[in-house]
């Protein structure tokens, strides 16, 4: 059974600092297209930051709003993927989830196929 399983959310004030980890089963990640959205109440998804499969060409993507604080990553031995979230703004408080999709090219657009739970963020003083 294909299954992504997130760790990490929290309550962390304003200038902080948190990394999300999301641990996959069932699949090989290095061969996904991987990523992190989130969702603020009354918004909808957002992607915030996207890597392509090991065997595409590796690129990233990033939401302007997170350019500069936000980096994605992927441990192959772990099969698990990060995000490290740097300077945190209240408007980062979200419910992330994690995403892979089996078009290794996909970057934050169209319909990711595996979906984590999701974790709350909340970023307050």
């Known amino acids: 059974q294909l299954q992504l399983v997130e760790s990490g959310g929290g309550l962390v004030q304003p200038g902080g600092s948190l990394r999300l980890s999301c641990a996959a089963s069932g699949f090989t990640l290095d061969y996904y297209a991987i990523g992190w959205f989130r969702q603020a109440p009354g918004k909808e998804h957002e992607g915030v930051a996207c890597?392509?499969?090991?065997?595409?060409?590796?690129?990233?993507f990033y939401a302007d709003s997170v350019k500069g604080r936000f980096t994605i990553s992927r441990d192959n031995v772990k099969n698990t993927m990060y995000l490290q979230m740097n300077s945190l703004k209240p408007e980062d408080t979200a419910v992330y989830y994690c995403?892979?999709?089996?078009?290794?090219?996909?970057?934050?657009?169209?319909?990711?196929?595996?979906w984590g739970q999701g974790t709350q963020v909340t970023v307050s003083s």
């Open positions: 890597l392509s499969s090991s065997d595409s060409d590796g690129s990233t």
């Open positions: 995403v892979a999709d089996g078009i290794g090219e996909r970057l934050c657009e169209g319909e990711y196929d595996y």
